[in-house]
C-alpha cells in the first residue's frame, strides 16, 4: 500500500501562533468509532460518521506529513479507539518514515488497550516507543460498568504485551467523584509498581452524555491534597510535550501527572493542535472555531493550498478555554464528543 508522499515546500516556516507559541504536537484522530461507551465520554447509543466523511489512510498521511513539514515534532494517533480503525497500522508505518529520516522525535497514540496485545509488537516495530493507555479503575466490575462493554483483563493483556514489547506505558486515569476517588493510591501504587507513569485527569464538559457532569467532576486539587496525606510530592519539570504537571512520589519513586483543564488550566504553554477523523483542524479542544482541511486536500492534490489554509487557522488560535462545570453550567462547553476530537 503505497501512501501519499506529500510534495515537500522549500524552506517552510514553523507554525507560531498570535501568542508566540511554537506548534510543535499534533494530535490526530483515525476514527470516532470505539468498541467501549465510556459514560463520560459517549452516550450509550451514539451515531458514529458515515465512513464516507472520514479521511482515508492516504488522506490521513498527507495531512500528518504536511503538519511534520512545519516543525511539529510530535505526532499522537487517537481516536475513538484508534487501534479499531481498519488497516490502521499501514498508516503507522507509513509515518515511522518520518521517524526514520529524524523529522519526528515521537510518534505515539493513546489506546483503551482492547486491541494492544495484536498490535503490540508492530507498533514497537515501527518505532512506537510509548503509549498512553486510559484505565480508570483497576475493578473489573467497576470497569465493566465506565467502559459500558469494556474487559479489563483483556486490556491488561494488552499493558503486558507493550511493556514486553519495549513500548513504554503511561496509564491515564480519569478522576470521578464517587466511582474510583477512593481507589486512585491503589492504582498509583499498582502503576508504578508496574514501572508505568500515572496521569489523573479531570473531566471535561465535552458532548451530550447520559449523566450530569457535575455528579462526577472531582477537582486534582482535591485529589492531590488527599494523597499528600499518605505520600510526598514533590514537583518536578519532566514534560513529554503534553498538558500534565508532574511529581515524584518519594515512597514509589514514580512519577504522576495531573492535568487540570478545570482547576488549573494549561493554556498558557500550549503547543498542541488537533485533526479530527473529518480532517477539520481545531485550534483549542475547548474552542468551537475550526478549519476543513479535508475539502482543501480533496480540491488539489498540490500542497500549497493545504499549507496556506494550516497558516490561516494557526493564526486564529485563541490564547486559551471557557471550560466550566457547576450547577448553573448544565450543557457542554462544546457540543462535539471527545470521540470526534480526539481524546
Avoid at 35 to 53: G, N
Avoid at 113 to 124: D, K, P, V
Avoid at 154 to 165: K, M, S, T, Y
Avoid at 301 to 327: C, Y
Wanted: contains cysteine; aromatic residues 6%.
Amino acid at each position: 500500500m503505497n501512501l501519499h508522499e506529500p510534495i515537500r515546500l522549500s524552506a517552510t516556516p514553523e507554525l507560531i501562533d498570535p501568542f508566540g507559541r511554537s506548534v510543535t504536537y499534533l494530535r490526530v484522530s483515525v476514527t470516532d468509532r470505539c468498541d467501549f461507551r465510556c459514560v463520560y465520554c459517549m452516550a450509550e447509543d451514539m451515531t458514529f460518521l458515515p465512513k464516507r466523511d472520514l479521511l482515508t489512510l492516504e488522506e490521513l498521511d498527507r495531512l500528518s506529513s504536511a503538519f511534520v513539514d512545519r516543525g511539529v515534532r510530535r505526532l499522537r494517533l487517537t481516536g475513538g479507539e484508534p487501534l479499531v480503525r481498519k488497516n490502521i497500522m499501514h498508516l503507522v508505518r507509513s509515518l515511522s518514515r518520518h521517524l526514520v529520516s529524524g523529522a519526528l522525535d515521537e510518534l505515539t497514540l493513546t489506546t483503551n488497550g482492547s486491541q494492544l496485545a495484536r498490535h503490540a509488537a508492530e507498533l514497537a516495530d515501527c518505532g512506537v516507543k510509548r503509549l498512553n493507555v486510559s484505565l480508570d479503575t483497576l475493578d473489573p466490575d467497576k470497569f465493566r460498568h465506565i467502559t459500558r462493554w469494556g474487559d479489563l483483563g483483556r486490556v491488561l493483556e494488552g499493558i503486558h504485551a507493550a511493556q514486553a514489547a519495549g513500548i513504554k506505558v503511561k496509564l491515564n486515569a480519569v478522576a470521578l467523584k464517587d466511582f474510583n476517588e477512593g481507589e486512585l493510591p491503589f492504582m498509583l501504587r499498582w502503576a508504578h509498581g508496574e514501572g508505568m507513569d500515572l496521569t489523573f485527569i479531570e473531566t471535561m464538559p465535552l458532548g451530550e452524555i447520559d449523566e450530569d457532569r457535575t455528579d462526577r467532576y472531582l477537582s486534582l486539587k482535591l485529589v492531590r491534597s488527599r494523597l499528600e496525606r499518605e505520600f510526598t510530592l514533590r514537583d518536578i519539570p519532566y514534560k513529554t510535550g503534553g498538558p500534565a504537571r508532574y511529581v515524584e512520589v518519594a515512597e514509589t519513586g514514580g512519577r504522576l501527572g495531573f492535568i487540570t483543564p478545570m482547576s488549573h488550566n494549561f493554556c498558557e504553554s500550549c503547543n498542541r493542535v488537533r485533526v479530527t477523523c473529518t480532517g477539520t483542524l481545531y485550534m483549542c479542544l475547548g474552542q468551537e472555531d475550526a478549519a476543513d482541511l479535508r475539502g482543501v486536500m480533496r480540491s488539489s492534490d498540490s500542497d500549497a493550498a493545504l499549507h496556506r489554509a494550516i497558516d490561516e487557522a494557526i493564526a486564529r488560535k485563541p490564547k486559551g478555554h471557557d471550560f466550566i462545570i457547576d450547577r448553573t453550567t448544565s450543557r457542554p462547553a462544546v457540543a462535539r464528543h471527545m470521540s470526534v476530537t480526539g481524546g
